[in-house]
């Protein structure tokens, strides 16, 4: 069976439209995909206002312990100490703060409203993180303490802290 030029020519415009009808769908179906994206951000609702978890989405292993770290000191040097009461992992805050006025007077005494926070170390062992860092309280007199804080993150911008604490 010999085709003709014009049933090969007509064969061949089907084909080149059903090629770009195709890649039409493609192209539809990457947009819809690239819409639905904000959609699936998770966001938390604080008492300041929302915190869209995407800051710490894309960052690896260290960096969100830092930011976690770094968002737990803030709570601390704001005096926001039920914030940062509430991130206590529930053994830990059992064992040595009962209550959160207990943790407050903790806090007052051992943290300023001014610190600067450098890390020296960040291990993971299992499903926790050891972070070793080094706190300048920044008000006079200045001072610097070592300390080591363990981070359990159980999800996206969800985590428990515990820490060593001083003096027990």
Known sequence: ??????????????????????????????????????????TVQTDDNTVVTERVRNRGEKERMQVYLAEFIKNLEKGEYGKAYNKLYP????????????????????????????????????????????ITNLEEPLTTINQMFIIHETGLNEYQISFQVKGR
Do not use: H
């Not at 090629?19 to 819409?35: C, D, N, V």
């Not at 006025?101 to 007052?108: I, L, M, N, P, S």
């Open 1 to 42: 069976m010999k085709l003709s030029k014009k049933s090969i020519r007509i064969i061949l415009i089907i084909f080149l439209i059903a090629i770009a009808i195709l890649l039409l769908l493609i192209g539809i179906l990457k947009k819809e995909t690239k819409e639905e994206k904000p959609e699936e951000i998770k």
């Open 91 to 134: 053994e830990f805050r059992e064992n040595f703060f009962e209550t959160e006025e207990g943790f407050k007077q903790y806090a007052k005494q051992n943290y300023s409203s001014l610190m600067a926070v450098e890390y020296e170390d960040i291990q993971r062992q299992g499903a926790y993180y050891i972070l070793t860092v080094t």
